[in-house]
């Protein structure tokens, strides 16, 4: 699944709208309905998305034998 699409599911989940959160990232809503479309998000956006949505974001690489990265 795309980070976008990650993202516009936690929205919903948080009961807000894209404008709303747009507002709270100090960016137009147009800039992050944008951003949203091409998919391009840092580590640190990502973090900072889901801390404005009252979430944790977590990136790892997991193996079957459970080893992550």
Request: glycine share 2%; net charge positive; hydrophobic share 45%.
């Amino acid at each position: 699944m795309k980070n976008s699409q990650k993202i516009k599911l936690a929205i919903i989940h948080a009961k807000i709208s894209a404008a709303k959160l747009a507002r709270r990232l100090f960016i137009s809503q147009s800039a992050f309905c944008q951003r949203l479309k091409t998919d391009k998000f840092s580590k640190d956006e990502l973090e900072n998305i889901a801390a404005e949505l009252g979430a944790e974001y977590i990136s790892k690489i997991v193996f079957p034998d459970g080893t992550e990265f």
